[in-house]
């Protein structure tokens, strides 16, 4: 498979990425990773002649430094970006469910999260995207 026809993962997760990327590398995905909102945005939204990333899937924690999660999610949906986004989110701020549903999130999971559900969960929206080029996700939440 070429390079560039590999589905690109976007990661910035405050913890428990490590299994994840791994997993996601053995699929045979590419992934990047990113270590806070700020490098996520650089990313997406680079400055000067920079090639922007457009991520087939991009997997957030709502409590990255910098820029979280909800304001990446938010500025993407802002740019009219359909990009699948599944996101981690501490129990104690349940006001993030209702937010990130409200933007259009594909997945939640409550941190800490079983990183084999959010491996299932990521596999299987980028199995639909690469059926279909235009697939609307259906949220589920998992705690």
């Known amino acids: ?4 026809s590999r589905p690109t993962i976007l990661v910035a997760l ?3 990425s490590s299994f994840l990327i791994e997993e996601l590398r053995r699929q045979a995905l590419r ?3 990113a270590r806070s909102g700020i490098e996520v945005v650089s990313y997406l939204f680079p400055r000067d002649d920079a090639y922007a990333l457009k991520p087939t899937l991009m ?3 709502a409590t990255l430094p910098g820029y979280n999660g909800l304001s990446v999610l938010a500025g993407v949906r802002s740019m009219g970006w359909r990009t699948p986004v599944v996101m981690t989110w501490p129990s104690s701020d349940e006001w ?3 937010e990130a549903l ?3 999130c594909s997945g939640l ?3 800490p999260c079983n990183p084999k559900e959010l491996v299932a969960k990521v596999m299987q929206i980028v199995g639909a995207s690469a059926d279909s080029g235009n697939v609307v996700f259906n949220p589920i939440r998992t705690a």
């Open 1 to 4: 498979m070429r390079e560039s």
């Open 14 to 16: 405050n913890t428990g």
């Open 31 to 33: 992934v990047l990773v």
């Open 59 to 61: 997997v957030l924690s």
């Open 96 to 98: 993030v469910v209702d």
């Open 102 to 104: 409200r933007l259009g």
């Open 109 to 111: 999971f409550e941190e």
